[in-house]
């Protein structure tokens, strides 16, 4: 490692839970997720083997947990073979520093998330005044400065192509983020959607307390392009995916994630954009 990887001086532990929180649903036999706090991340691969991946690195001062729901999966000082992240809010790299340490595992993400990666530029503010409940309201306190990888992190393949994940391509899908990327595996058409939608409605306390599953767009307190969001939503909703794995909420599958996925597509502007907000420029829907 030439050079410290740092956090933003603003990271810190964020005080927020759900009843999901620590619990691990195997979605398919090589696919888990595992819920920290409010957020899942993803371990991709055959338990039986030591082959896998972890999508997305949880919540800050996460590192502990991560490591043990990994060794419960896999065995005792098992380790990824990398880290793949969605995207760099502070709720999926939060451990992603001392799990690097940890495992000493190469780090990729997509090209338009490097700065958030490097030290270079912060995230837009997070939008407290944005429609919606507690948990948008609690948004300022959310780390949104830069973290530091160095030289650990590297950009995705260009041709799609996922380090370590065979079969899975990165689809980029931004709106959230500038650099979303979600990740499709054609054979049996899983899908890890990142945040480009979610399976709660983020913004509100309850529902994320309860995890009441319903389809929603990216959580709206830090998603800035509303018209690219709704791209990406289209484009994977046109995948027709079997099972999709979300950043926040519980995996959903089959018919009921087909009709919700459509009713997303038809009715967005409805459904995940917020009335109000500063992101939000009605003109334009």
Known sequence: MDKQMNYGSDYKFIPATSIGSGMGIEVLPDL????????NICLVGNPETDDFVLVDAGMPESAAEIISATEERFGENSHPKAIILTH??????GAVIELVKQWGVPVYAHQL????LTGQKSYPDPDPTVEGGMVAKMSPIFPNEPIDLGNNVQTLPDDGTVPHMPGFKWIHTPGHSPG????????????IAGDAFVTVKQEYLYKVLTQEQEISGPPRYLTTDWETAKESVNKLEALRPSVAVTGHGLPMSG???????????????????????????KNTH
């Open 88 to 93: 760099g809010h502070f709720d999926h790299v």
């Open 180 to 191: 979303h990327v979600s990740l499709f595996r054609e054979k049996d058409r899983a899908l």
């Open 32 to 39: 888990y997720c595992y819920t920290i706090q409010i957020v």
């Open 113 to 116: 998330e490097m700065p958030f």
């Open 255 to 281: 018919e009921l994630l087909t009709s919700s996925l459509k009713k997303l597509v038809n009715e967005f502007d409805q459904i995940a954009v917020p009335d109000y907000g500063k992101y939000v420029d």
